[in-house]
């Protein structure tokens, strides 16, 4: 997933910079599903953060040249439907645990030990192309050359470090 997330600071009360498509005036409740439909988490709340990261693990787990990662409040989540996790080591020993279905294996959410208290979500798993675009690119180092963004993110070489959101 996304390697490194030193010190990151999600501000709880700040939703991500980048929201175009909330009006202030309503309630914002988006789903996300697996292919199958049998594992779903709906957020209540705008993403605190939305990265896109090329590391080779983001590539493999989705199968594409990077992901893109839409983090929120684990109070704004809610989840349903059974779920497998599969746990592997992040940087400096953390973990990060996905979860995907466990009958069409697509990988839908995540927790990430430097992020305690939120959840990543895939964003293509919401398919909604008026989702805000990523803040952040990482691992760019990892990056396909012919792959790039029209609104010109933040670009990392490997990770976000201490001048990443707060």
Not at 72 to 82: E, N, T, V, Y
Not at 83 to 112: A, N
Request: proline fraction near 5%; glycine fraction near 10%.
């Amino acid at each position: 997933m996304i390697g490194g997330l030193d010190d990151v600071h999600i501000d709880s009360e700040a939703p991500h910079r980048s929201w175009r498509s909330v009006s202030e005036d309503r309630d914002t409740v988006r789903t996300a599903r697996c292919c199958c439909s049998g594992l779903k988490v709906v957020a209540s709340a705008e993403p605190r953060l939305v990265l896109a990261c090329h590391c080779v693990e983001c590539q493999r787990r989705t199968g594409s040249v990077f992901g893109v990662s839409a983090y929120f409040r684990k109070a704004d989540i809610s989840l349903s439907g059974p779920s497998k996790m599969y746990i592997r080591d992040g940087q400096d020993g953390r973990k990060l645990r996905i979860h995907f279905c466990p009958d069409c294996g697509t990988s839908v959410y995540w927790e990430l030990d430097i992020l305690p208290g939120h959840y990543g979500v895939a964003v293509g798993a919401f398919a909604d192309s008026g989702f805000p675009a990523p803040i952040q690119s990482l691992w760019e180092q990892d990056r396909h050359p012919w792959v790039g963004f029209e609104h010109n993110p933040s670009r990392m070489a490997r990770q976000l470090g201490s001048e990443g959101v707060k």
